[in-house]
């Protein structure tokens, strides 16, 4: 019990975690398929003004696309670059799928590469506020998350998984806005090392279930918070994604239900840096409109 609260206090220097259980984060992932932290470095106030930068950053590439375009062109430039292997992804910036039925959602993948590229290629981007505040935004937010990638690998033992020349784990910062109209079908496996669910202006639409052989419906479920949001504290989620189970390490299935409102959500996902993802079979997931 002394090792394993001496392991959670070194390894989440920022953060306090939800309960110092003599259990170790791969059981704890088996048991419940996430672990709950502290957040104090970031209440739920400043994921509030990242929301109004995002707004505001929709409110302009719609009403200018050109800019939607450019900002396209940008990424696709961006993901034949060799900083996208670091990655390992295709995902980066806008997508609005605001006018397709069921997604009804708009989202916005940031990363560090992504944002040095645009400013160093396209010096045009630096006169729009609305999309440089966005980015100055998410480059803030994503910084403390860093520590507890490396630390969550490191405590599973397969801290190799982020090693590279620059030795930092790859983010993503996905921030997402769910239309009223939204809707769920079915749940997924996050395809990342790890996601961190940062924040949501609804707690309660997240479900999910620990790994499982075979898995239903009712497996499914909003995971308790003992940290609640508040001006001094958030709560934030650590489930693993479907780039360690060749460790042993299977990923949390979730999904966001629809609660007929707006919903927005920040998640970081860990990448693996110049990885190709296997073949791997995991458990079907149920359909959830056929409740
Ligand atoms: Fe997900």
Request: glycine share 6%; with cysteine.
């Given at each position: 019990m002394v090792i394993q609260k001496t392991f959670f206090l070194l390894i989440f220097p920022l953060f306090a975690f939800q309960s110092m259980y003599a259990t170790s984060l791969?059981?704890?992932?088996?048991?419940?398929?996430?672990?709950?932290?502290?957040n104090e470095e970031q209440p739920a106030a400043t994921f509030d003004s990242l929301y109004a930068s995002f707004d505001a950053l929709i409110e302009f590439l719609q009403a200018n696309p050109v800019w939607a375009q450019k900002l396209y062109g940008a990424k696709e430039r961006f993901i034949r670059s060799k900083e996208r292997n670091y990655y390992s992804t295709?995902?980066?910036?806008?997508?609005?799928?605001?006018?397709?039925?069921?997604?009804?959602?708009?989202?916005?993948?940031?990363s560090n590469h992504f944002h040095e590229f645009i400013c160093s290629h396209y010096p045009e981007f630096n006169q729009t506020s609305a999309i440089i505040n966005f980015f100055e935004t998410c480059l803030e937010i994503q910084k403390p998350y860093e520590n507890i990638f490396?630390?969550?690998?490191?405590?599973?033992?397969?801290?190799?998984?982020?090693?590279?020349?620059?030795?930092?784990p790859p983010i993503l910062l996905k921030v997402i806005k769910y239309l009223p109209s939204y809707t769920a079908t079915r749940p997924h496996y996050d395809g990342t090392a790890f996601s961190l669910f940062l924040?949501?202006?609804d707690n309660e639409s997240l479900l999910l279930s620990p790994y499982k052989s075979s898995l239903t419906v009712d497996d499914f479920s909003s995971p308790p918070r003992e940290f609640s949001q508040r001006h001094i504290q958030n709560s934030?989620?650590?489930?693993?994604?479907?780039?360690?189970?060749?460790?042993?390490?299977?990923?949390?299935?979730?999904?966001?239900?629809?609660?007929?409102?707006?919903?927005?959500?920040?998640?970081?996902?860990?990448?693996?840096?110049?990885?190709?993802?296997?073949?791997?079979?995991l458990s079907p997931l149920p359909n959830f409109n056929k409740h």
């Open positions: 791969a059981d704890r992932f088996k048991q419940t398929g996430y672990v709950e932290i502290c295709d995902f980066f910036g806008f997508y609005d799928e605001s006018k397709r039925e069921g997604r009804n959602q708009i989202a916005f993948y940031y490396k630390e969550a690998a490191s405590e599973l033992g397969v801290e190799t998984i982020f090693s590279s020349k620059s030795g930092r924040d949501s202006t934030i989620l650590l489930i693993p994604g479907i780039l360690l189970t060749e460790f042993s390490i299977f990923p949390t299935p979730h999904i966001v239900i629809q609660n007929c409102k707006t919903r927005y959500a920040t998640i970081a996902f860990a990448m693996r840096p110049h990885y190709t993802p296997q073949k791997i079979e």
